[in-house]
């Protein structure tokens, strides 16, 4: 019991730490806050703009929203697909691979030249970026089938889609939500790094406008918003898994 | 021999694919074999013999290279939705109760599916009573992982029998139990083979299991994968565990030992 109440508080305590080392080490040197601003200043810097900033992170949050959304779709269909058809694994696999390895922020040139300045490039750059592991965790969910299990199924007339609906898909639910944990942070990386030069709003542009108008607090606050944002989401997704796939965590309930 | 046999091989070989058959190298070879409606059969041999590749023949999961199978007097085709089958591991699903995995195969085999959801209760009800009769009365809502080894057997089993197939093929069920849970399970085999009648095929290398639950033990060679021993074992039924420290029990599995023990022994002499 004790235990577990230390690892619950750990991280807000080493949060707390560090904030105080950071704070501490700034007054110390006197660092200026042009450079490296404290975060007192940051939190001061915060509640001045609070309004601004909220604005920019509800245009972030719902920008990387929908792409994330775009991704999920996109991602569990192609890994049905690829998951459930040898053929289709062998062909699509080393392609998506190499895309994976592009850097995304690359691509955000090329989508404003498509869509314009704004939500566009912003929303598929969180696409592109967070569909990667929603579609391998689905397809390696479904490409790792017990051959006894399948046997069983096989022999009372299974069609290949009974295999898959009855035990492909609920098997590739732990794999699946796993991977929306990672693609989330993710999406809000690609948000943030498409807004920065492709856009007149988001924190991704806050955090651009504030380094030129030698903002520093501000700009980390942008930062700290994003953060936040992404921690929350990813709490959020891991409850989800925990209440809907508890047969796969058995082992870490300790109960 | 008999025109009413039930599974019925004639001259069966099966080698995996095409090249493999062009070599002449053949996972089975040569199957003979007549089984009686109802008859409980134990093939016993090496690992690796084609015992797993028999199961696949008579469950028509594969389709044999030369010959043919009948079942029911009628030639295997495809898969055989009058059998089911259970394996050395449960294979239960995590995510579904023990009943759930019971009704696991109501779910996809007809008549059933098509009226499952109406129907849902009475399925419960009969999985129910199945899972009653091997022990489990009472877990019907415990998950997979919340039951022992020998307990996930014996839903593995009841998820094989709950569209009461007319053969169940069993692949080393008791395999991985400790000596205990598996005298206890055969009991249970026993117990509802006696009952319902259905045809067994059960593979295993547990000669003690084989002689003391079948009416007749096969013996397999390995490569080539052949029967080289036909035993019909003419103990009386019922059996009680106590038959197995009986002298003729043990002559009967003493005599088994000795047919696989040559066959080592020649398979030795062919590899060096």
């Not at chain 2, 290279?65 to 009628?74: A, E, M, T, W």
């Not at chain 2, 299991?209 to 397999?220: G, H, I, Q």
Request: charged residues 20%; aromatic residues 10%.
């Amino acid at each position: 019991m004790k235990q577990k109440t230390l690892e619950r508080w750990a991280p807000w305590a080493l949060l707390v730490l560090s904030i105080l080392i950071w704070e501490v080490l700034c007054r110390a040197f006197n660092v200026s806050e042009f450079v490296f601003p404290s975060p007192s200043r940051i939190a001061q810097q915060t509640i001045e703009f609070k309004e601004v900033i909220a604005g920019h992170a509800w245009r972030t949050f719902w920008v990387t929203m929908v792409g994330f959304g775009i991704a999920i779709v996109v991602g569990v269909l192609l890994g049905f697909v690829i998951g459930s058809s040898r053929l289709a694994y062998a062909a699509v696999y080393p392609l998506m691979t190499a895309f994976n390895a592009l850097p995304k922020a690359a691509f955000v040139p090329i989508l404003v030249v498509w869509f314009g300045i704004g939500i566009g490039p912003a929303i598929l750059t969180a696409f592109l970026i967070s569909f990667f592991p929603i579609m391998v965790n689905i397809a390696t969910g479904l490409a790792t089938l017990e051959p006894e299990l399948e046997d069983v199924l096989r022999v009372l007339g299974a069609k290949r889609w009974d295999v898959l609906i009855k035990v492909g898909l609920p098997r590739s639910m732990p794999y699946f939500y796993g991977s929306l944990k990672v693609a989330i942070t993710l999406a809000f990386v690609g948000t943030t790094v498409s807004e920065m030069t492709a856009s007149n709003e988001g924190i991704g542009y806050l955090l651009i406008s504030a380094g030129s108008a030698m903002q520093m607090g501000l700009a980390f606050s942008g930062l700290v918003v994003v953060g936040a944002m992404a921690m929350i989401m990813y709490e959020l997704f891991s409850a989800i898994e925990k209440h809907t796939t508890g047969w796969a965590h058995r082992g870490s309930q300790g109960e | 021999m008999t025109p009413q046999a039930f599974v019925d091989f004639q001259d069966v070989w099966l080698a995996y694919n095409d090249e493999l058959l062009a070599q002449n190298h053949f996972a089975v070879e040569d199957i003979n074999l007549q089984v009686k409606q109802g008859e409980f059969i134990a093939i016993v041999g090496p690992s690796g013999c084609g015992k797993s590749t028999f199961m696949k023949l008579t469950t028509g999961l594969k389709m044999p290279s030369k010959g043919r199978i009948l079942v029911d007097g009628q030639p295997v085709t495809g898969p055989l939705k009058i059998s089911g089958m259970a394996f050395q591991a449960s294979s239960l699903l995590p995510w579904r109760t023990t009943l759930d995995n019971v009704l696991l195969p109501l779910e996809i085999v007809e008549p059933y599916r098509s009226n499952f959801k109406q129907k849902k209760a009475e399925y419960a009800e009969r999985a129910s009573k199945l899972l009653n009769t091997v022990g489990l009365g009472g877990y019907e809502n415990k998950f997979p992982w919340q039951l022992s080894g020998g307990m996930q057997q014996r839903a593995s089993i009841c998820r094989a029998l709950i569209h009461e197939p007319k053969m169940l093929l069993l692949d080393e069920p008791f395999g991985a139990l400790d000596a205990f849970t598996r005298e206890e399970l055969w009991c249970i085999l026993r117990d509802l083979w006696t009952e319902q009648k259905f045809n067994v095929i059960l593979v295993t290398h547990d000669l003690r299991e084989s002689v003391f639950l079948a009416d007749t033990v096969y013996v397999m060679s390995k490569s080539p994968g052949r029967f080289v021993v036909k035993k019909e074992i003419d103990l009386p039924r019922p059996r009680d565990l106590e038959i197995t420290y009986t002298p003729e029990f043990t002559d009967i599995v003493h005599e088994l030992r000795g047919h696989i023990g040559a066959m080592r022994q020649t398979g030795a002499t062919i590899n060096q």
